[in-house]
């Protein structure tokens, strides 16, 4: 049942996701990414993202218990890739090696776990049970809306910034994911523990 449609219910939803997704935050790891000769189309990147959390949103807890997943464990795997992206960008080393058959980022790191990451699919699941799925819809395809902007304005980001400036940018924001990893990963182990 999608409910009824309200301004309220959808403004919430999205200024929850947009603090989860937070694609801003994100754009220090796009630029080094592509910095690193990685590929990233913009408007696949949000229609996959969009597609992926419209999926899991409608079939998350089946999906999860048909492999027999707890929504905690899921977080944590995607925690800890975020955790070797952080170690990455703070050390200059490379630990992720794409072995696809082009230099493309599009999907991961992109998609998965930055912009439809385990927050977003855990946040998205406790929202069902708060508002309609109207505006919980509503409030997430203003939210990709805002994606699509972002990724397709890095070039422009980085042509203000400058190597010196996305430098310091990407140093800073290294270790806020570092910390945002480390607290996705302890919360939920916590909550696992909690819940045997």
Do not use: C, W
């Amino acid at each position: 049942m999608l409910g009824s449609l309200s301004l309220q219910q959808t403004l919430s939803a999205f200024f929850i996701l947009f603090g989860i997704i937070d694609i801003t935050g994100s754009i220090p790891i796009i630029l080094n990414l592509k910095a690193r000769g990685k590929k990233i189309y913009p408007l696949r990147a949000t229609l996959l993202s969009f597609g992926l959390l419209l999926v899991f949103f409608y079939g998350g807890d089946l999906m999860l218990q048909l492999f027999d997943i707890n929504i905690h464990s899921f977080a944590i795997a995607g925690g800890l890739v975020l955790f070797i992206m952080a170690i990455e960008m703070l050390l200059d080393i490379e630990i992720f090696k794409y072995k696809g058959p082009s230099d493309e980022a599009t999907i991961i790191p992109l998609v998965f776990p930055l912009v439809a990451g385990p927050a977003a699919f855990t946040t998205l699941l406790t929202l069902r049970y708060t508002f309609d799925s109207i505006n919980i819809i509503s409030g997430l395809t203003l939210n990709m809306v805002y994606v699509f902007l972002v990724l397709s304005a890095t070039t422009l980001i980085q042509r203000i910034l400058g190597d010196t400036g996305i430098y310091i940018v990407r140093k800073f924001f290294a270790i806020i994911l570092l910390a945002i990893s480390v607290e996705i990963i302890v919360s939920n182990i916590f909550a696992l523990v909690q819940g045997t």
